[in-house]
């Protein structure tokens, strides 16, 4: 089992940055890629940016290549996702997710106001 707790959610304006954390706990020893994902009010959650174990593979959704960054620190478990110019439709809920399984994290919201 692994948990993931996110963390960095919140409230900016159009053109801001936040950067979202995702610390994970429990069989942390296993090596594997971590996902982040969102999910809008009345949209399906969909993907967002994808990091291997030894972060040297990365991908993103189109719609946020060239803004978001996805980074891994693996001596502290955790996960992060650096968004900047920040969009009124990067409006979601926030999650991470450890690639080819059902371990999710619980959300974090973020909410860009124009």
């Known amino acids: 089992q692994v948990q993931l707790v996110e963390s960095g959610g919140g409230l900016v304006q159009a053109g801001g940055s936040l950067r979202l954390s995702c610390a994970a706990s429990?069989?942390?020893?296993?090596?594997?890629?971590m996902g982040w994902f969102r999910q809008a009010p009345g949209k399906e959650r969909e993907f967002v940016a994808t990091?291997?174990?030894?972060?040297?593979?990365?991908a993103y959704a189109d719609s946020v290549k060239g803004r978001f960054t996805i980074s891994r620190d693996n001596t502290r478990n955790t996960v992060y996702l650096e968004m900047n110019s920040l969009k009124p439709e990067d409006t979601a809920v926030y999650y991470c997710r450890v690639s080819g399984t059902n371990f999710w994290g619980q959300g974090t919201q973020v909410t860009v106001s124009s």
């Open positions: 990091i291997s174990w030894t972060a040297h593979i990365t």
């Open positions: 429990g069989r942390t020893s296993s090596r594997y890629a």
